[in-house]
């Protein structure tokens, strides 16, 4: 009870004291939210049982879509730094491309947390920000001309406070959610002290497809930072849920601690297979459940270095209660090389970027991220030959995990300024023409066309 206590604690990353305050600066949303982005914002509310804080949504529209099939929901984490990064969740390439082959739309919500204030009052969906994010898809389905958006099923990923936010929304909605990746950050499941009440875990819960990720420093093998509570609470949440037949597994991060890692080359074949499986064809339909014979199952093993691999669920001798659930036998090979090196695999190369244009000596071009491995960088070609990087480095920054074109900030969002597909050619020669190509790479180094 007091680990789980703790861990309510620690994944707000900030002291649960004081009460709302004026928010001074006010947060602004420096991205301008142009089709095919919309954006609405709603103002702090004082009425009981409401949010008390503003919050804006932006969510990226796929142009070619007709009609949406489902929703992304990328959540930021506690505290002011955390909630000023969703600003650029839905501008985010990798997440988009998971978002288009789905027919789905992609959303960030921003909450405007001050620094020392509780953030209880948004990451507990019940206080406010369940009711405020359901009231965001119904106007911007309006604006966008997609009403749809209010009714499609949800794919919920969150990080820290983001992770209970969205684990409490799966066990208030599981009708709604196709599946859920709960990064260091889980809802309350047991009684606290001081605490708030503790979700119900029902059937219908269940039955959708969870993953509880974090990294080996947040009290897997580092047992007295200070995030060491944060495991004892997911693997609290991780066995209640498994004791009643929850499809939910266990991914540690064998390189990081609070910071997102590289899970999102996990998370990305994970969410591909899991909405593969149960988004209905035609929109509207109820989601479709998980097939029983897909499944593989590995031994609950969270930190030993000796990796045992998953098998068929159907082979699966060991304690069902204490085994790790993934979907299909793809994602459980990419799962076996997450929790030894994080380095997850891919074959395939990048899109080919498209609509390349020269005015002057400037280079502009479209791109679309890879599925699996998002991207790096780009190569650029003058005649045939090489003439430069971009990112002039050949990679873009990532202090957390691979070096990637966007840049990544603490909280799985690019940095802003947004990288931009732009190169100017100071040393073309004047009258002269030239041909351009270019390339694009992406993190595992494998160039397209």
């Not at 301008?32 to 103002?43: E, F, T």
């Not at 730094?81 to 390439?93: P, R, V």
């Not at 990305?268 to 499986?277: K, V």
């Not at 149960?278 to 199952?297: F, V, Y």
């Amino acid at each position: 009870m007091r680990q789980i206590a703790l861990l309510c604690v620690i994944l707000l990353e900030v002291a649960l004291v004081g009460s709302v305050s004026a928010q001074e600066p006010p947060y602004v949303n420096s991205l301008p939210a142009n089709p095919p982005y919309y954006r609405v914002r709603y103002d702090g509310s004082s009425e009981p049982g409401t949010l008390v804080y503003p919050v804006s949504y932006t969510v990226w529209i796929p142009p070619e879509i007709k009609t949406l099939r489902g929703l992304i929901v990328h959540q930021h984490g506690c505290g002011e730094g955390s909630c000023k990064s969703g600003q650029t969740g839905a501008f985010d390439l990798h997440w988009q491309a998971l978002a288009k082959k789905h027919g789905c739309a992609l959303i960030s919500p921003v909450y405007e947390q001050p620094e020392k204030a509780n953030c209880q009052l948004w990451c507990d969906p019940r206080n406010g920000s369940d009711a405020a994010f359901q009231k965001s898809l119904t106007e911007l389905g309006a604006k966008s001309s997609h009403p749809e958006l209010s009714t499609v099923p949800w794919a919920l990923w969150g990080h820290s406070g983001g992770g209970h936010w969205a684990g409490g929304m799966t066990l208030l909605h599981p009708e709604r959610v196709a599946a859920a990746w709960l990064r260091s950050g889980v809802p309350p499941i047991a009684a606290a002290d001081g605490k708030p009440p503790p979700y119900p875990i029902s059937d219908a819960a269940c039955q959708v497809p969870v993953m509880v990720n974090l990294g080996t420093k947040e009290g897997v093998t580092d047992k007295e930072g200070r995030f060491a509570g944060v495991w004892p609470g997911n693997e609290a949440f991780f066995l209640a849920m498994r004791a009643k037949g929850g499809l939910i597994g266990v991914s540690v991060d064998p390189l990081s601690s609070h910071d997102c890692g590289n899970q999102r080359y996990l998370a990305m074949p994970w969410f591909d297979a899991c909405l593969t499986a149960r988004l209905p064809a035609k929109s509207g339909d109820p989601l479709k459940p998980m097939s029983s014979s897909d499944g593989w199952i590995a031994p609950l093993n969270a930190g030993d270095a000796n990796v045992v691999a998953p098998v068929p669920a159907t082979k699966f001798a060991g304690a069902v209660e204490k085994s790790v659930w993934l979907p299909n036998e793809s994602v459980a090979m990419a799962w076996t090389q997450y929790v030894k090196d994080s380095m997850v695999t891919d074959a395939t190369p990048p899109p080919a970027p498209t609509n390349l244009r020269v005015v002057g000596n400037v280079l502009t071009w479209s791109a679309a991220a890879d599925l699996e491995s998002g991207l790096a960088s780009f190569i650029i070609e003058r005649d045939g030959e090489f003439l430069a990087s971009v990112p002039e480095q050949g990679q873009g920054k990532n202090p957390f995990g691979r070096p990637i074109f966007q840049n990544l900030s603490y909280s799985d969002t690019p940095t802003q300024p947004l990288a931009e597909m732009r190169f100017t050619d100071t040393k073309a020669a004047a009258g002269k023409t030239h041909q351009y190509r270019i390339i694009a790479v992406n993190t595992v180094g494998l160039k397209s066309r």
